[in-house]
């Protein structure tokens, strides 16, 4: 690979959390400005929830992707929970409150930011890597393609159609799907079906896939035979956080 691809899974939030690991790496300095020249990196989803400040992770990422171009995010769960309250008012603030929402974060959100998190990619293709949030084969529900998926879920979040919304949270309660006894067959199915030779995914914090303690995860779980990455550090758990640099 030509030039660096800098992975950073669920930061959910914790807005000091990412511009810590995004100095450590040499991507920001000290005012938030990019500094990782040509590098890429890439964001796997749940900016928001839980930590005390998602719009700043929102709003950190949306200036680094005007200024570097090269910052890739893929949404996740709780982006579309924080867009559904946001849209629809009611019973889905109740449920993004009870998955780990922040009022001030929907307070704060701008109708920027709600076209950006509306527009994000369910999936990304980077050279022969495919990342996504979930660790789940519901995607291939949506279509067939990166691009079919990528756009029938747009159309989702573009439509005012509640049930559409909650079958896409529905499904990704899904978790896991690479790891046990059905996860090579169905990594293989993935990767077959969208592309790449590797996936990247976050959702299922690393501590919980393997059960141990959350504080003790400061790197990727590589599994698969390094087909599969989980960049979940489960940083609401107690997880220090770690970014991992794509070999
Ligand atoms: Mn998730």
Redesign the pocket.
Same mark, same amino acid.
Request: charged share 20%.
């Given at each position: 690979m030509a030039e660096d691809v800098w992975l950073v899974g !669920?930061v959910q939030g914790y807005c000091s959390v990412l511009s810590r690991l995004l100095r450590e790496s040499g991507l920001i300095d000290h005012s938030g400005q990019w500094t990782g020249g040509s590098a890429t990196l890439v964001v796997a $989803?749940?900016l928001v929830d839980r930590g005390p400040d998602g719009v700043g992770v929102i709003q950190l990422l949306m200036d680094l992707q005007l200024q570097a171009g090269h910052v890739r995010v893929v949404i $996740?769960? #709780?982006d579309v929970q924080l867009l559904a309250a946001h849209r629809f008012g009611g019973s889905m603030v109740d449920a993004w409150l009870d998955a780990g929402g922040v009022r001030e974060d929907l307070e704060r959100l701008t109708s920027e930011h709600v076209e950006w998190l509306s527009n994000l990619p369910a999936l990304s293709l980077i050279d022969h890597t495919l990342v996504v #949030?979930?660790d789940a084969m519901f995607y291939t529900a949506y279509g067939s393609t990166p691009g079919a998926v990528n756009a029938r879920v747009r159309e989702v979040l573009s439509s005012a159609n509640l049930s559409e919304w909650q079958l896409l949270l529905e499904r990704?309660g899904e978790?896991r799907a690479f790891f046990g006894a059905n996860g090579e067959a169905n990594l293989a199915q993935f990767l077959t079906t969208f592309g790449g030779e590797r996936l990247v995914h $976050? #959702?299922?914090p690393i501590a919980r896939m393997l059960g141990i303690p959350p504080e003790s995860v400061t790197s990727a779980y590589v599994y698969r035979d390094g087909r599969c990455v989980n960049v !979940?550090p489960g940083i609401y758990l107690g997880g220090p956080g770690f970014s991992h640099l794509l070999d």
């Open positions: !669920d $989803g749940d $996740g769960n #709780h #949030h979930a990704f978790h $976050g #959702h299922t !979940d």
